[in-house]
């Protein structure tokens, strides 16, 4: 019996796939639900020994609000014996998708924390982002949330937008500010390849203005009561994302559903993309196609100090093992990026700025 205590499920359906969109969806294939909830529950039947008792549950995607209130039931009710009494279930939902009728299913379902995929408030960067919701029905999102009852709101937005300017970006931190969401994730852009905007040649704003920006967004919402708990995360008191924590613990985890990504007792396997391929395997009893990787004491070391260094608590060495190049702690100290004492490490609010640099310096796989 494996000693998981977080499940993640994917759902890959969208209406659309967004400009910077390199996530495993799939569009124009909603006759594939009710299936792929069966296929869902198979794969839940085969792997179910691989988990404990469900501390945490992240129903992601794709746009998991388009699975609609009753297909998340059957998911959540299936599980409900695995978990335990005070298990966080989030999900992920894009404005356009909800209203405070389906919220309130969703929340009847079993859902206690919502994630709206708002990006940004401004119409401009919007359409750059290529999403289908406007500002209106971001808004109106988070208040139909508040409206069903749920207690933990959290609002993914993005930096770095092409054609983003100061006042555009101190726009959206006064829309979030005002908005009072208990949990904000705000990521900066990366145009990955094979997507919309790099095909396009989108350009970023350049990196000074980016480390500027990244700045003022921590100052701004710490000064307004959030907790900068992890790199990209700042949460009200008690509304840090618990499933996320998990991943920066480097706690074990399955993954349900296709691309799914599971790490146990030291393996790691990914299920293979395709709705039509998972949900046909799984309806023979079989796991789905995935590949599968070993990972060896080296790279479970240099991963516990990739995660547990996103966030604001210091790390022990004891748990994370020795960096791979311990002569270079010293200089980092020296240079206030970082604080050490015999058994613990944190990056100084300095170093937290650039983290990746410090892990280059520290760790051989940056």
Not at 6 to 33: K, M, Q
Not at 49 to 62: A, F, N
Not at 80 to 100: F, G, H, K, L, Y
Request: overall charge negative; charged content about 25%; some cysteine.
């Amino acid at each position: 019996m494996s000693s998981a205590g977080h499940l993640y499920l994917h759902t890959p359906f969208c209406g659309s796939r967004c400009g910077y969109c390199a996530f495993t969806v799939e569009v124009g294939v909603l006759d594939r639900r009710d299936a792929y909830t069966d296929a869902l529950l198979a794969e839940l039947a085969v792997e179910g020994e691989r988990m404990g008792t469900l501390r945490t549950i992240y129903v992601g995607g794709g746009t998991p609000s388009l699975m609609g209130p009753e297909r998340i039931a059957r998911l959540l009710d299936a599980l409900r014996p695995r978990c335990a009494d005070d298990v966080e279930i989030s999900m992920e939902a894009n404005p356009e998708t909800v209203d405070e009728r389906s919220l309130a299913a969703y929340r009847e379902a079993g859902i206690t924390r919502v994630s709206l995929g708002v990006q940004s408030f401004q119409a401009g960067m919007l359409r750059v982002l290529d999403r289908q919701a406007g500002p209106e029905q971001a808004v109106a999102a988070v208040d139909a949330a508040r409206g069903a009852g749920f207690e933990s709101i959290s609002v993914d937005l993005m930096f770095g937008v092409p054609g983003q300017t100061d006042e555009l970006l101190d726009a959206d931190l006064a829309r979030a500010l005002e908005m009072g969401v208990d949990h904000i994730s705000w990521y900066e852009l990366e145009i990955k390849p094979r997507t919309a905007l790099e095909r396009a040649g989108a350009a970023l704003p350049d990196e000074d203005w980016a480390a500027d920006a990244y700045e003022r967004i921590v100052g701004s919402l710490e000064g307004a009561g959030y907790r900068w708990y992890e790199t990209a995360n700042f949460a009200r008191p008690g509304h840090e994302c618990r499933h996320s924590l998990g991943y920066w613990s480097a706690d074990d985890y399955v993954g349900l559903g296709v691309g799914a990504v599971s790490t146990v007792n030291g393996r790691r396997w990914r299920n293979h993309a395709g709705v039509d391929a998972y949900i046909g395997t799984l309806s023979s009893g079989v796991p789905p196609t995935r590949s599968v990787e070993h990972l060896d004491e080296p790279t479970r070391r240099r991963e516990r100090w990739m995660l547990a260094l996103r966030r604001d608590e210091p790390m022990d060495m004891r748990w994370a093992g020795p960096p791979d190049h311990p002569e270079a702690l010293e200089r980092l100290v020296e240079g206030g990026l970082i604080d050490v004492d015999a058994d613990h490490i944190a990056l100084t609010r300095r170093g937290r700025f650039v983290q990746n640099a410090i892990l280059r310096q520290l760790m051989e796989y940056a």
